[in-house]
């Protein structure tokens, strides 16, 4: 590009990427090191470290807390991800449609997901609540004695699944949105003119179209499950009976609670590893199914 | 014939999509009646979903438990500065990898992307110890520092610089722009929708922040609001009333940006290549 003088090229490159940089060391760069050294010793915050090798990154699978929390952050990917995934994509072809109010169906879907997590969370707390929940009073009028919802053993996950989705699907939707935006009015007008009906239309045209955004929310959905805390914290602190426990919440109370640093470092490069591993294979797995060709 | 069909399809979706809008925003208009209820009304069955009457003790009563108008201040104030401090670095990076050409441009540009794929939590930990050694837990600074710099942000900007004709900045500089009048006065102006979609998404996310103001503020005086809401539920969890005042306050600022900055949205997701 232009600017012939090479000092003021060089200069100007160190001027503007100067901050940028240094956040990236600072913050980026450097804690990633500290933490791949701590994951390797006994460190409890008080005392200094002592090296134990690879110690940590074997209890994290042993222990049974945290086999618990990493069996409970796949439920989640499992019933969230699937959920999140189709909801948010028949909202989005119904959004995308040209009728009155667009704009007011566009603006209503994203207001969970401008809401604070713990602002969510607190509401669904008061409407998934066992006796004087909003949800069990509307279950009970036709004839269903509602759960205690995140008390229950059983439910306090799908419930929280069910209120992430809710938060989560406007987000997902407006992504979709974005990319059925993109294609070319001409090809529904061809389709039409052949005699394909709205729902081929968009089985056919719309949805191999838009495998590029569908592969872009998988791997988000999926980056942000396994990163699963707020809701869990403030909902149901993990319980009932570690029913809702999560690797990030594990994370938090041993590097936080317990003092257990190196152990908590460790943790967080299994969860590393888990989402390393899970996006490298949606990768590799894309070339099946993205379609690229516009 | 064709018509009544488009008539019936256009019925169907809106019907659709009021439920779908209903149970997306019904949990807001309970909470927005839950505020100005009292005690006994708030968790009556079945629930009233107007307030027999409005009060508004509720929204004075949340300083018996927290400094609301404290926390908020707190949380403006560090979401402001945040923001505008993300965004502007994030810009005068970007501006630097879609603009500038120079040796090592593409393996810092690659070293940024890789920074997007750690998770916040595996450097929270030493980010904690760090700031320890600077005296940063317990402060603004603390707060604020971590969420200056954001990778994501950086490519979200330069995607959309790459668009600029590079014609335009040549014709610039051949008449004896600096790097820093290109960037103030093209760069920036043309990338006003890129910009807008960053500030939403960096105000949101140091808004609703929970975690590491969760780790590093102990005081009272520097708390932001999800704390402070976040307290009220561990142990006041039955006066809903109240709560449901303190979620609304929360609510609000948040919901103004998002007004303001809406229209640019679905261009800058668009713009930022998400779509793929």
Redesign the interface.
């Known amino acids: 590009m232009a600017g012939e003088n090479k000092f003021k090229k060089w200069l100007a490159v160190l001027i503007f990427l100067l901050p940028g940089l240094a956040g990236l060391v600072l913050f980026n760069l450097y804690p990633i090191l500290v933490s791949a050294y701590l994951s390797l010793t006994d460190w409890d915050l008080l005392t200094k470290p002592h090296f134990i090798g690879f110690a940590n990154y074997a209890d994290v699978f042993h222990e049974e807390k945290s086999r618990i929390a990493i069996g409970n952050t796949f439920k989640f990917i499992i019933g969230y991800v699937p959920l999140v995934l189709v909801s948010s994509l028949a909202l989005a072809i119904l959004l995308n449609r040209k009728i009155r109010f667009q704009a007011f169906y566009r603006a209503a879907v994203f207001v969970p997901v401008i809401t604070s997590w713990v602002a969510v969370s607190i509401i669904w707390r008061w409407i998934l609540n066992g006796q004087s929940g909003l949800l069990n009073y509307l279950l009970s009028q036709i004839g269903i004695q509602g759960p205690i919802w995140l008390s229950d053993f059983f439910w306090a996950m799908p419930s929280i699944i069910m209120v992430s989705v809710w938060k989560d699907v406007g987000f997902f939707a407006i992504i979709f949105l974005a990319g059925l935006q993109e294609i070319a009015g001409e090809y529904y007008e061809a389709a039409q003119i052949d005699g394909a009906t709205p729902l081929q239309q968009q089985l056919k045209i719309s949805l191999p179209m838009i495998t590029p955004s569908i592969f872009f929310v998988v791997v988000i959905a999926m980056i942000n499950s396994f990163q699963l805390f707020d809701q869990v914290l403030v909902m149901t602190n993990g319980g009932p009976a570690g029913a809702t426990s999560s690797i990030v919440e594990q994370i938090f109370k041993n590097a936080f609670k317990s003092g257990r640093m190196g152990f908590a470092a460790a943790q967080s490069w299994v969860l590393f590893g888990f989402i390393f591993v899970v996006t490298l294979l949606q990768y590799q797995l894309q070339k099946r199914w993205v379609n690229y060709d516009r | 014939m064709i018509d009544k069909n488009a008539l019936l399809?256009?019925m169907i979706?809106?019907l659709?999509?009021l439920v779908?809008?209903v149970?997306?925003?019904v949990?807001?208009i309970?909470?927005l009646s839950?505020a100005f209820k009292d005690t006994l009304e708030v968790?009556?069955?079945?629930?009233r979903f107007l307030p027999s009457k409005y009060n508004f003790d509720n929204f004075k009563e949340i300083g018996k438990y927290f400094p609301m108008g404290r926390f908020l201040l707190n949380s403006i104030f560090v979401s402001v500065v945040t923001s505008f401090l993300q965004v502007l670095?994030?810009a005068?990076?970007a501006?630097?990898f879609a603009?500038?050409?120079?040796r090592g441009s593409g393996f810092?540009f690659m070293?940024?992307m890789i920074?997007m794929?750690?998770?916040?939590?595996?450097?929270?930990?030493?980010?904690?110890?760090?700031f320890q050694k600077f005296n940063l837990i317990d402060t603004y600074l603390g707060l604020i520092?971590?969420g200056?710099?954001s990778?994501y942000g950086?490519f979200l900007l330069r995607q959309h610089m790459l668009t600029i004709p590079?014609v335009l900045?040549?014709a610039a500089?051949?008449d004896g722009a600096?790097?820093?009048r290109v960037?103030a006065k093209l760069i920036l102006p043309l990338s006003k929708p890129a910009l807008a979609t960053l500030v939403i998404f960096a105000f949101?996310g140091c808004?609703?922040n929970?975690?590491w103001p969760?780790?590093i503020i102990n005081s009272n005086e520097l708390m932001t609001?999800?704390l402070g809401?976040?307290m009220?539920?561990g142990r006041w969890?039955t006066v809903?009333n109240v709560?449901?005042a303190g979620?609304v306050i929360?609510?609000i600022p948040?919901?103004v940006v998002?007004?303001f900055a809406?229209k640019y949205?679905?261009r800058g997701?668009?713009m930022s290549g998400?779509?793929?």
């Open positions: 399809r256009d979706t809106h659709i999509l779908a809008v149970i997306l925003t949990p807001f309970w909470m839950g968790v009556k069955l079945p629930p670095i994030c005068m990076s501006f630097v603009k500038i050409r120079f810092l070293l940024f920074t794929m750690i998770p916040f939590q595996v450097t929270m930990t030493p980010l904690y110890v760090l520092l971590p200056i710099f990778a950086t590079n900045l040549e500089f051949i600096s790097y820093i960037f949101m808004w609703n929970f975690l969760l780790i609001l999800p809401l976040s009220l539920t969890a809903w709560l449901m979620n929360s609510f948040i919901f998002y007004l809406q949205f679905i997701i668009t998400v779509k793929g």
